[in-house]
């Protein structure tokens, strides 16, 4: 009875160490998640950021005032093919500025991640830690332990597996994180942008068809053609960099649009 009874303590004790360790896991993940996001939401507030983002803002902008404008585009040239070809080949034109400027904007705050991260940390974070120098003492030889410092050298290596695993990873590690946070973060607003462009793009196009459809069982003529040979082209070249800056987000920002994230 006695060994049935320390064997069902040490399997208590054991329990209620593994609890522990548990929920000294998970402090200290929830620490690292709110560091990470503080230190990502100080970066993000930097000057250059705030000058991206009100760029991003009037792209934004341009495409509601586009949207707004097919509203009267419709009624403008219910009846006028070519006319709404015309109108419609500078509405692309248009989007594609927008996007490019979009683009561009993004371009600076991936370019900035970096910099940005290691103000918000401190700066040190970002430098590889520093190799201890020999103070001159001598080593013992091979296979031999210093007489003195041998027991004061062990408790370290003792103490080693009981520390978090995130501060064994030193300052590099949180830098390394809040850049992956950024780029996640300003990737996910990049490919929200490339889906608001495309839908927009979607219901042009309708019209653009509908026009095309009236055009052909007229009589036709070469600059009503030209008018939609344009239009095409300036669709084509629109799409073109809309796919271009997807390809960006998705090469600088690899994690955005996944659920799990460096800060979950």
Do not use: C
Not at 167 to 175: F, Q, S, T, W
Not at 181 to 196: N, P
């Amino acid at each position: 009875m006695n060994i049935s009874s320390a064997s069902a303590s040490a399997v208590s004790l054991t329990y209620a160490q593994t609890m522990q360790l548990r929920a000294a896991a998970k402090q200290a993940a929830d620490t690292r998640k709110a560091e990470i996001e503080t230190d990502k939401s100080k970066a993000m507030s930097s000057p250059v950021f705030k000058g991206a983002e009100a760029k991003k803002q009037q792209a934004k902008a341009k495409i509601q005032q586009i949207m707004d404008w097919l509203k009267i585009a419709r009624k403008l040239y219910a009846m006028d093919p070519k006319g709404m070809a015309k109108a419609l080949a500078q509405v692309f034109k248009d989007l594609k500025a927008a996007v490019k400027s979009y683009k561009d904007a993004g371009g600076d705050e991936m370019s900035a991640s970096g910099e940005a991260a290691g103000a918000a940390i401190g700066g040190a974070a970002s430098a590889p830690p520093e190799k201890s120098e020999d103070k001159g003492d001598a080593k013992p030889a091979e296979g031999e332990a210093a007489p003195e410092d041998a027991d004061a050298k062990a408790a370290p290596a003792e103490e080693a597996p009981t520390q978090p695993a995130e501060a064994a990873g030193g300052g590099a590690g949180l830098y390394q994180a809040v850049v992956g946070e950024i780029r996640k973060a300003v990737g996910e607003d990049g490919l929200d942008f490339v889906k608001t462009v495309r839908a927009t793009v979607n219901e042009i196009v309708k019209l653009l068809d509908a026009s095309r459809g009236q055009a052909a069982i007229r009589k036709r003529d070469k600059e009503t053609d030209k008018s939609f040979e344009d239009a095409d082209k300036a669709l084509k070249d629109l799409r073109e960099e809309v796919d271009t800056m997807e390809q960006d987000i998705r090469r600088d920002a690899p994690t955005a649009g996944m659920k799990l994230s460096v800060a979950a």
